[in-house]
């Protein structure tokens, strides 16, 4: 029944590495997102994409690129890891651009940088 | 971009009373009303939504209200039970609007 995959539920890397942070989803959805949620934060969008190839900017994009090759996997890079970049990751997706769809979030990643 | 207030921030209700959570947004274009839950260490999932053309939506003990002239909608849980406990997010939004954040939400605690 699992609709949206994310590779790794736990990560430990060192500052400096580059990171990368893949999601699957298998419901043939236009949009994906990467979100991270830091206690009393909320959830803040970082990159989304309504379309292959195609990519925005959220709210706090810096640190941060994404990939997007085909339709079902979004990918999220972290050039330069850094030890505030330490968070649960969400990624998500949802159905169409014209119209509002709720979205499906995959279980996390939860990365820490030492 | 839109506003979105949630009350409360946190919530401790008794076993089987109610629980209601407000969300007040600031865009009348607004058409689409969703509610999200998030048991601690799990994905947030979707439970509930509404659009602009209905004013309650209900789903055995959860139900969406929505009050677009004040521009504020509502969770109710009746006959709250321990698995009720959880953070739930609303966000509001237009169509075509992508660049959604969500709030910190409402933490809901349901006592034994």
């Known amino acids: 029944d699992v609709k949206v995959t994310q590779s790794s539920r736990y990560l430990v890397k060192r500052t400096g590495e580059k990171v990368f942070l893949e999601c699957v989803q298998d419901?043939?959805?236009?949009?994906m997102f990467w979100y991270r949620q830091d206690p009393g934060l909320g959830l803040r969008l970082i990159y989304f994409?309504?379309?292959?190839?195609?990519?925005e900017k959220g709210d706090i994009p810096e640190g941060y690129s994404v990939s997007r090759e085909k339709k079902e996997r979004f990918s999220l890079i972290l050039e330069s890891a850094s030890t505030n970049q330490t968070s649960m990751y969400l990624c998500?997706?949802?159905?169409?651009?014209?119209?509002?769809?709720?979205?499906?979030f995959g279980s996390g990643t939860r990365l820490t940088v030492v | 971009g839109e506003n979105v207030e949630q009350h409360p921030s946190t919530l401790s209700v008794q076993e089987g009373d109610s629980a209601v959570i407000k969300c007040t947004y600031s865009?009348?274009?607004?058409?689409?009303f969703p509610w999200y839950k998030q048991e601690l260490g799990k994905r947030p999932q979707l439970i509930i939504d509404?659009?602009?053309?209905?004013g309650e939506k209900k789903d055995q003990r959860i139900a969406v209200t929505l009050n677009k002239t004040a521009k504020h909608f509502s969770l109710h849980i009746t006959e709250t039970q321990p698995e009720d406990s959880a953070v739930y997010f609303c966000r509001p939004s237009v169509s075509n609007d992508y660049k959604l954040s969500f709030g910190a939400g409402t933490t809901v605690t349901v006592r034994a």
């Open positions: 994409s309504y379309d292959v190839k195609m990519k």
């Open positions: 509404i659009r602009s053309n209905v």
């Open positions: 865009d009348s274009a607004s058409n689409y």
């Open positions: 419901m043939d959805h236009e949009n």
């Open positions: 998500a997706s949802s159905f169409s651009q014209a119209a509002n769809y709720g979205y499906t």
